[in-house]
C-alpha cells in the first residue's frame, strides 16, 4: 500500500490486518518526487489501533520496473532478416536462450531434445512448413552442435544435408519454428517472409502463426497475400507523401481491413488486386483486363491493375447507388486502397439518361466506352486474317488460311443481323461485335475454330499494336482517360 501526499503533509491512513509497509515506488514516473512522503504502520489487530507509525520525507526506493521489463522483452524479442543465415554450426555455450540473431539454434535445439512433447511439436511443424523436410536432426561434434536436414525418407545418415548447405529461408524457418514452440511468449519479428520462401512455404508459415497467438508476431510486407492470410489486429500502412516531403504511417485496424475485404469481395476483388498499385480500373470482364493492360503507355510512371469485376450489372442497375456507397465506405476510405480507383463499363444499349445516373451515383469514377463494347474496337479484316492464320500453324490444321477481303465481305453482309437493343445498328462500330467475332471463326474455317474471347482478343489487340496502331487511337484514348480522371 502506497500513499503520495501533497507538501502540507495531509494524510490518510487505511486500517488493513498485519503489518503495512508502504514505499513510494514502483511509481511510473506518475508523481514528482518533491512531493512525495512515505508513510509505514503497524497494525495491533486486538485493539484495532495503531502500536506505531510515522511518517516521513526520504527519496522514493529505485524503481526497477522499466529495466525489468526492458530485459524481458530483450531476452524474448527475437528479429529475422530477408537474409541467407549462416547458423548450421555452434559452440556448447551453456546458453539458456535464444541469441536475438540465432546463431546458437543449433545448442538450443540440442537441448529441446530433452523434452519429447515439444521436440515432436516442432519436427511437425517444421514438416508442416517445408513438407520436403523428414526430420532436423542435430548432433554434437566435439565441442560444436551441427544442425543437418534429413529429406530422404529412408532416413539415412549419411544422405542429411547440412543447414548451410540448405536453400535460403529454411534456417530462417527453423529458428521462428523454434521460438514457437520453446517460449510461451514472444516477440517475433519477420523483415519480408515472401523474400525468403516460396510463396507455398510462406502461406504455410503464416498459418502456422496464425495458430500461435500467445505470440506477438510483427511482419513487414511489399505483398498483399500475407495481408490476407495473416487478417492482422493492426496494418500500419508506410507511404511518401510527395507534398510533405516525408514518410507517413497510416495505421488500419482488423475491423477496417475486414470491411474492405468484404467490400472488395463484392466488386469480385481482393486485397492482391488493389494492395500497391497507383491506379486501379474495375473492367466488365477478362478480356477488357487483358486488352487494356497492352494500351497502357510504357512510360506512364504509374503502377496500374484493372480487375474483372464480378457483377458489372449490379453496379448499373437501379441498386446502382447503393453498391457504390459499398463500395466508397469499405474501399475508397482505406488506406490499403491507391488514390485513385475507377469504373470500366461498355456502353451496350443503355440511354444518355442511365449512363448520367450511374455517373452521378460513382461520382464521377464510372467511364463508359463511347462504341457498345471492346470487341466493335477489334473489327479490323486484316487482323482477323493474321489471327486464324496463326491458328492455323499453331495447330497445324489442314486447309487455307481465310482472306482478308472475304472477311471484310463477311463482316459487311452480317453485321446487320447482331444488333444492340436500344443502338442503331448501321455500321459494324456499332453492333453486337463480340457475337459477330463469335459467328465468323467457325463461319469461315469450317466449323475448325471457335471463337475464344478473351485468347483471341489479346491476340487481335497485339497485332494491330504492332500492325496497325492508327486503328487503336479511339481505344487507346479511352485508356488515357481511364488513368487521368
Given at each position: 500500500?502506497?500513499?503520495?501526499?501533497?507538501?502540507?503533509?495531509?494524510?490518510?491512513?487505511?486500517?488493513?490486518e498485519?503489518?503495512?509497509?508502504?514505499?513510494?515506488?514502483?511509481?511510473?514516473?506518475?508523481?514528482?518526487?518533491d512531493?512525495?512522503?512515505?508513510?509505514?504502520?503497524?497494525?495491533?489487530?486486538?485493539?484495532?489501533?495503531?502500536?506505531?507509525?510515522?511518517?516521513?520525507n526520504q527519496?522514493p526506493?529505485?524503481?526497477?520496473?522499466?529495466s525489468?521489463?526492458?530485459?524481458?522483452?530483450?531476452?524474448?524479442?527475437?528479429?529475422?532478416?530477408a537474409?541467407?543465415y549462416?547458423i548450421?554450426?555452434?559452440?556448447?555455450?551453456?546458453?539458456d536462450?535464444?541469441?536475438?540473431?540465432a546463431?546458437?539454434?543449433?545448442?538450443?535445439?540440442?537441448?529441446?531434445?530433452k523434452d519429447?512433447?515439444?521436440?515432436?511439436?516442432?519436427?511437425?511443424?517444421?514438416?508442416?512448413?517445408?513438407?520436403?523436410?523428414q526430420?532436423?536432426?542435430?548432433?554434437?561434434?566435439?565441442?560444436?552442435?551441427?544442425?543437418?536436414?534429413?529429406?530422404?525418407?529412408?532416413m539415412?545418415?549419411?544422405?542429411?544435408?547440412?543447414?548451410?548447405d540448405?536453400?535460403?529461408?529454411?534456417?530462417?524457418?527453423?529458428?521462428i519454428?523454434?521460438?514457437?514452440?520453446a517460449?510461451?511468449?514472444?516477440?517475433?519479428?519477420?523483415?519480408?517472409?515472401?523474400?525468403?520462401?516460396?510463396?507455398?512455404?510462406?502461406?504455410?508459415?503464416?498459418?502456422?502463426?496464425?495458430?500461435?497467438?500467445?505470440h506477438?508476431?510483427?511482419?513487414?510486407?511489399?505483398?498483399?497475400?500475407?495481408?490476407?492470410?495473416?487478417r492482422?489486429?493492426?496494418l500500419?500502412?508506410?507511404?511518401w507523401?510527395?507534398?510533405?516531403?516525408?514518410?507517413?504511417?497510416?495505421?488500419?485496424?482488423?475491423?477496417?481491413?475486414?470491411?474492405?475485404?468484404?467490400?472488395?469481395?463484392?466488386?469480385?476483388?481482393?486485397?492482391?488486386?488493389?494492395?500497391?498499385?497507383d491506379?486501379?480500373?474495375f473492367?466488365?470482364?477478362?478480356?477488357?483486363?487483358?486488352?487494356?493492360h497492352l494500351?497502357?503507355?510504357?512510360?506512364?510512371?504509374?503502377?496500374?491493375?484493372?480487375?474483372p469485376?464480378?457483377?458489372?450489372?449490379?453496379l448499373?442497375?437501379i441498386?446502382?447507388?447503393?453498391?457504390?456507397?459499398?463500395?466508397?465506405?469499405?474501399?475508397?476510405?482505406?488506406?490499403?486502397?491507391?488514390?485513385?480507383?475507377?469504373?470500366?463499363?461498355?456502353?451496350?444499349?443503355?440511354?444518355?439518361?442511365?449512363?448520367?445516373?450511374?455517373?452521378?451515383?460513382?461520382?464521377?469514377?464510372?467511364?463508359?466506352?463511347?462504341r457498345p463494347?471492346?470487341?466493335?474496337?477489334?473489327?479490323?479484316?486484316?487482323?482477323?486474317?493474321?489471327?486464324i492464320a496463326?491458328?492455323?500453324?499453331?495447330?497445324?490444321?489442314?486447309?487455307?488460311p481465310?482472306?482478308?477481303?472475304?472477311i471484310?465481305?463477311?463482316?459487311?453482309?452480317?453485321?446487320?443481323?447482331?444488333p444492340?437493343t436500344?443502338?442503331?445498328?448501321?455500321?459494324?462500330?456499332?453492333c453486337?461485335?463480340a457475337?459477330?467475332?463469335?459467328?465468323?471463326?467457325?463461319?469461315?474455317?469450317?466449323?475448325?475454330?471457335?471463337?475464344?474471347?478473351?485468347?483471341?482478343g489479346?491476340?487481335?489487340?497485339?497485332?494491330?499494336?504492332?500492325?496497325d496502331?492508327?486503328?487503336?487511337?479511339?481505344?487507346r484514348?479511352?485508356v488515357?482517360?481511364?488513368?487521368?480522371?
Open positions: 500500500m502506497s500513499k503520495h501526499f501533497e507538501q502540507t503533509n495531509s494524510y490518510e491512513i487505511v486500517f488493513q498485519g503489518s503495512i509497509g508502504m514505499p513510494g515506488a514502483p511509481t511510473y514516473g506518475l508523481f514528482e518526487e512531493t512525495k512522503l512515505t508513510a509505514k504502520a503497524l497494525v495491533n489487530t486486538d485493539r484495532s489501533d495503531f502500536k506505531s507509525a510515522e511518517v516521513f527519496n526506493p529505485e524503481d526497477h520496473t522499466t525489468n521489463l526492458s530485459e524481458v522483452l530483450q531476452a524474448t524479442t527475437f528479429v529475422f532478416d537474409e541467407r549462416n548450421g554450426r555452434s559452440a556448447m555455450d551453456g546458453s536462450r535464444l541469441l536475438p540473431n546463431q546458437n539454434l543449433p545448442y538450443m535445439l540440442l537441448k529441446l531434445n519429447h512433447k515439444k521436440t515432436e511439436q516442432y519436427q511437425s511443424l517444421v514438416s508442416e512448413v517445408l513438407p520436403h523436410v526430420r532436423v536432426l542435430v548432433s554434437a561434434l566435439g565441442a560444436e552442435v551441427e544442425i543437418s536436414v534429413q529429406s530422404d525418407p529412408s539415412r545418415a549419411d544422405l542429411a544435408i547440412p543447414l548451410d540448405c536453400g535460403t529461408g529454411v534456417a530462417q524457418v527453423l529458428a519454428l523454434y521460438v514457437v514452440v517460449y510461451d511468449a514472444a516477440q517475433i519479428i519477420i523483415d519480408e517472409p515472401n523474400s525468403f520462401l516460396h510463396p507455398g512455404a510462406t502461406r504455410r508459415l503464416l498459418n502456422v502463426i496464425k495458430r500461435y497467438d500467445n506477438q508476431f510483427l511482419l513487414s510486407t511489399h505483398t498483399a497475400d500475407v495481408i490476407s492470410i495473416l492482422p489486429e493492426k500500419f500502412l508506410l507511404r507523401n510527395p507534398d510533405l516531403g516525408e514518410t507517413e504511417l497510416i495505421v488500419n485496424s482488423g475491423t477496417d481491413i475486414e470491411h474492405l475485404r468484404t467490400s472488395l469481395a463484392e466488386l469480385g476483388a481482393s486485397l492482391t488486386d488493389v494492395f500497391g498499385f491506379v486501379v480500373v473492367v466488365e470482364g477478362p478480356t477488357e483486363k487483358e486488352c487494356f494500351l497502357v503507355p510504357k512510360n506512364s510512371g504509374v503502377a496500374i491493375n484493372f480487375v469485376m464480378r457483377d458489372p450489372s449490379g448499373t442497375t441498386d446502382a447507388q447503393a453498391m457504390f456507397d459499398i463500395y466508397r465506405r469499405g474501399v475508397g476510405g482505406s488506406a490499403l486502397e491507391p488514390p485513385k480507383s475507377r469504373f470500366s463499363f461498355d456502353r451496350e444499349g443503355r440511354s444518355q439518361k442511365q449512363i448520367e445516373d450511374i455517373e452521378r451515383a460513382s461520382k464521377g469514377t464510372a467511364i463508359f466506352l463511347p463494347m471492346l470487341e466493335n474496337y477489334l473489327l479490323q479484316p486484316e487482323a482477323i486474317a493474321a489471327t496463326l491458328l492455323y500453324e499453331e495447330y497445324t490444321v489442314d486447309g487455307t481465310v482472306a482478308v477481303g472475304k471484310k465481305d463477311w463482316i459487311e453482309k452480317s453485321f446487320i443481323a447482331y444492340v436500344g443502338v442503331k445498328n448501321e455500321s459494324p462500330l456499332f453486337d461485335a457475337k459477330l467475332l463469335a459467328a465468323l471463326f467457325p463461319a469461315l474455317t469450317e466449323g475448325k475454330f471457335e471463337y475464344r474471347k478473351i485468347e483471341y489479346r491476340k487481335l489487340t497485339e497485332w494491330l499494336i504492332h500492325n496502331p492508327e486503328y487503336l487511337v479511339d481505344l484514348g479511352y488515357g482517360r481511364l488513368l487521368s480522371v
